[in-house]
């Protein structure tokens, strides 16, 4: 079995910062691609970022150049450093990550529950 439990958000001003983690344990073979999504209330689900396991980073033209995301491949960790938030950036942000776990041939999409970030004055 494999968890992916995010932490981080909250309530912000416009302007300000949040640091969103996401850890995934478990029976990990290895991890792929890991990203942050989210959904906002009355709209569809979008990615946000990804990064490889490489290191390889996209990003939605929506957020370049105020979010960054980065790894740690040995803790199967992601983070997500938002800065200059939006109101428009209110939404749940999921992590995802794309495991094989023990004994699997191929890799499978996990997601965390989610966790809610408001940015309002």
């Known amino acids: 079995q494999v968890q992916v439990v995010e932490s981080g958000g909250g309530l912000v001003q416009p302007g300000g910062s949040l640091r969103l983690s996401c850890s995934a344990s478990g029976t990990i073979f290895s991890t792929n691609s890991m990203g942050w999504y989210r959904q906002a209330p009355g709209k569809q689900r979008e990615v946000v970022a990804s990064i490889s396991s490489r290191g390889n980073t996209n990003y939605a033209d929506s957020v370049k150049g105020r979010f960054t995301i980065s790894r740690d491949n040995a803790k199967n960790t992601v983070v997500l450093q938002m800065n200059s938030l939006k109101p428009e950036d209110t939404a749940v942000y999921y992590c995802?990550?794309?495991?094989?776990?023990?004994?699997?041939?191929?890799?499978?999409?996990?997601w965390g529950k989610g966790t809610l970030v408001t940015v309002s004055s």
């Open positions: 995802n990550a794309k495991i094989i776990t023990l004994g699997s041939m191929r890799d499978m999409d996990y």
